[in-house]
Every structure is written in structure tokens, then in C-alpha cells.
């Protein structure tokens, strides 16, 4: 199973790597096409702060992200590109009540995403996505194996 956000290929490590470059948030992108954007930090700072568990059974492969608090409103499932699955959305703070702020805030606010690039047999069009008790379960259902080709007998020919 090949997923493309796994190991190594974390979004971090490239802005990192970016940053070790010299190519900061403020690079101007129209001189130089090869700098970071500051929506490439963004996106992987959101990407980084977003884990996923993903586990595949015998007819599907299923995507778990803890997201706490929120409503379906404010997560979106997506697939781009025919392959990529993309999960995104954003928490909102919450706001201060009059009389009353905040001494401490540790839950993570603002915006989170995962990209997944879906293996050859993902079926894009039976995907689900369930969120319950603070928890998004994105079911992709797998195709069915190709039937084996079955012998091609010619006919010999005598002359």
C-alpha cells in the first residue's frame, strides 16, 4: 500500500528543507518560481498538525482523524486529481464572553489538512465519511481484483 503523506515525505521536512535554502515565507514566488509560498508553510503546517491513522481491511481502506468540536459543516472531504484524497477544515476560536478571557489556550485553533494519495484499486466513488464523537471516519472502498484473462486459443491453420 503506497500512501504519499507517510514517512519521509512529510510536508515539514520540505519546509524545513526550504527554510535551510533560504527560501522563506516572504519570497517573492514571481521572480523565483522554485521559492516556498507562504500558503506552502501554511498548508504544511496544517498538514503537520493534522495525524491520521489509516488502516486497511480486506474491501476497503479507512482513514481515522481525531477533530474534536467540530460540526460537518466545518470539515470537508474531497478527491482531487482522480487519486488524492483530501480532508480539510477549520476550527474557529471561541470567542471571549463578556467579563471573561482566557488564562490559558492549548487546543489547537485554525486551519488543519491531509492529502493521501490513493492506491490503483481505491474506488473514488464509493467514498463515506462519518463524523462521530469527535471523530472522522473517511471509508474508500477498494475495486474488485480484475478478472484473470482467460486463454486466447487460435486456430492453426493447415495448408
Known amino acids: 500500500m ?3 503523506i507517510m514517512g519521509y515525505d512529510s510536508p515539514l521536512l ?12 516572504d519570497a517573492d514566488v514571481d521572480k523565483n518560481p522554485n521559492a516556498a509560498s507562504h ?5 504544511a503546517k ?3 498538525a493534522t495525524p491520521a491513522d489509516i488502516r486497511e481491511d ?4 479507512v482513514f481515522v482523524v481525531d477533530m474534536p468540536g467540530l460540526k460537518s459543516g466545518d470539515i470537508k472531504v474531497q478527491v482531487e486529481a482522480d487519486n488524492v484524497l483530501l480532508i480539510s477544515g477549520e ?7 463578556e467579563g471573561a478571557k482566557f488564562v490559558r489556550m492549548e487546543r489547537r485553533v485554525g486551519k488543519f489538512m491531509r ?13 463515506s465519511a462519518v463524523c462521530q464523537d469527535g471523530v472522522l471516519t473517511v471509508t474508500v472502498e477498494k ?3 480484475p478478472e484473470p484473462k482467460k486463454p486466447k486459443t487460435i486456430e492453426v491453420k493447415i495448408c
Do not use: Q
Request: hydrophobic share 35%.
Open 58 to 61: 480486506p474491501k476497503s481502506y
Open 143 to 145: 475495486l474488485p481484483p
Open 14 to 25: 520540505h519546509a524545513l528543507h526550504h527554510h535551510m535554502m533560504g527560501l522563506h515565507e
Open 91 to 97: 476550527r474557529k476560536p471561541e470567542e471571549e464572553k
Open 115 to 127: 492529502k493521501f494519495v490513493l492506491p490503483e484499486n481505491a474506488n473514488t466513488d464509493a467514498i
Open 46 to 48: 496544517a498538514m503537520a
Open 2 to 4: 503506497d500512501f504519499g
Open 39 to 43: 500558503v506552502y508553510f501554511r498548508d
